[in-house]
């Protein structure tokens, strides 16, 4: 079957999703999908050293290097990643969870890209995300929890980066063609 994305809407943006008892139903329902071996693809091996390069368009914060080495999350490198990721409206800084970077560390290498990512959104408060609530923008958006970020990769079509993704299943995949980004988390894998 050929590679196809649905409209600009993300499956989690459907109103009828807001409601907190289909948010917890949702996800124990994941949960189950975890627990259940063979339900759910995993993400492709990852090497033992990772590395990031990341910059904030709107403040030109950056983080370039590894995040990942012998066995275990670089606590240092991972402070620095949650202030590139912060929500820069309320100026507030949360752990992002560590998960997201290892997707797009799998998408640049997939793709051979040595760019920086251009972050144009990464975590939002509540409040935030609330203020941009449309029929794009999810009442329960992972980035709230510090599981997506919105970004343009230079040199790559956001088209192909988008649909490696997809083929990765290694998260979350929208393509928001009119806007000319991509969208990419660490939740479970689906596309729009």
Avoid at 77 to 91: E, G, P, T
């Amino acid at each position: 079957m050929p590679f196809r994305f649905k409209s600009d809407s993300c499956p989690c943006c459907d109103p009828a999703m807001a409601s907190r008892r289909e948010v917890i139903t949702a996800g124990l329902g994941l949960l189950a999908c975890a627990a259940v071996p063979g339900t759910a693809k995993a993400m492709p091996a990852l090497p033992p050293i990772r590395a990031l390069r990341v910059q904030r368009v709107l403040t030109e914060d950056s983080f370039d290097g590894v995040y990942f080495r012998d066995g275990r999350y670089d606590r240092d490198a991972l402070h620095k990643l949650d202030w590139v990721f912060r929500d820069l409206s309320a100026a507030e800084v949360t752990p992002m969870d560590p998960r997201l970077f290892d997707v797009l560390h799998a998408v640049a290498e997939g793709l051979g890209s040595e760019e920086f990512y251009q972050i144009s959104s990464g975590y939002r408060t509540p409040e935030r995300n609330g203020a941009l609530r449309t029929n794009r923008v999810s009442a329960v958006s992972l980035h709230m929890s510090g599981m997506a970020a919105d970004f343009r990769l230079p040199g790559s079509d956001p088209y192909g980066v988008a649909r490696l993704a997809a083929r990765m299943q290694v998260g979350g995949v929208g393509l928001y063609r009119r806007d000319g980004f991509v969208h990419l988390d660490c939740g479970p894998p689906r596309r729009w």
